[in-house]
């Protein structure tokens, strides 16, 4: 079946490192990509999304490309700051049904 | 801002007992899930409404119930809460304009 592999964590960087939290995917058909954040305490947040192969995603510093011909969605940053400490998901859904399917999660934290 | 609001944010029940989680998005949301997320794990997929009707449903047991209504506004009930029913209840609300799937802050639930 569909599924989503994510880095395993905790990743810890120095404020402004680079950051890539890679991503890679199993799907039958062409999903749609997203990466969603959460800060401790809080629900999940859209970070960024790409719907079709070669589509860039970005939002607040970060990015992923939607590459089909390696099955990846990798989240990068090229400077993260402490407010970025979070955990951040990959995951898939395929058009006929919007169920999202979820890596694991990969904690991030940011030291000053 | 999601469009997305969830209640309660919080809540105790005793194990047994029942509940009833809600979650209202705006027009344009047609389709609605929800997600279970315990601690520390990503969220798995409870189980999803079109139009009213159930249309996915991931693997939890039927005690786990759900209603969408037509003002876009759904709920989920546990019946005979277990203490591994503690988590985040998370709904998500698909945006068809936005190709986008949002979710709200979550409802932390314990059972004791």
């Known amino acids: 079946g569909d599924s989503v592999t994510q880095m395993e964590g905790p990743v810890t960087l120095s404020e402004e490192a680079c950051l890539t939290i890679?991503?890679?995917?199993?799907?039958?058909?062409?999903?749609?990509l997203f990466w969603y954040v959460q800060y401790p305490g809080e629900g999940l947040q859209l970070l960024l999304k790409?719907?079709?192969a070669d589509d860039k995603g970005s939002n607040k510093g970060f990015e992923a490309t939607y590459r089909k011909e390696t099955t990846s969605f990798h989240l990068e940053k090229g400077s993260v700051q402490v407010s970025d400490s979070a955990v951040y998901f990959c995951?898939?859904?395929?058009?006929?049904?919007?169920?999202?399917?979820w890596g694991a999660g990969t904690k991030l934290i940011i030291k000053p | 801002e999601t469009g997305v609001t969830q209640s309660p944010t919080h809540l105790i029940k005793t194990r047994g007992q029942q509940v009833t989680l809600r979650c209202s998005s705006q027009?344009?949301?047609?389709?609605v899930s929800w997600y279970q997320q315990a601690l520390g794990q990503g969220p798995q997929f409870i189980f999803q409404?079109?139009?009213?009707?159930?249309?996915g449903r991931g693997n939890f047991p039927p005690r786990f119930s759900g209603l969408q209504f037509p003002n876009y506004s759904s709920e989920l009930n546990v019946n005979a809460l277990e203490l591994d029913d503690s988590a985040l209840y998370l709904c998500?609300?698909?945006?068809?304009?936005?190709?986008?799937?949002?979710f709200g802050e979550g409802s932390w639930l314990t059972v004791v």
């Open positions: 027009s344009g949301h047609n389709t």
């Open positions: 890679n991503c890679t995917y199993t799907a039958t058909g062409y999903p749609s």
């Open positions: 995951a898939l859904t395929m058009d006929s049904n919007y169920q999202l399917i």
């Open positions: 998500a609300s698909y945006h068809r304009e936005g190709n986008t799937i949002y």
């Open positions: 409404y079109y139009r009213e009707e159930e249309n």
């Open positions: 790409a719907t079709k």
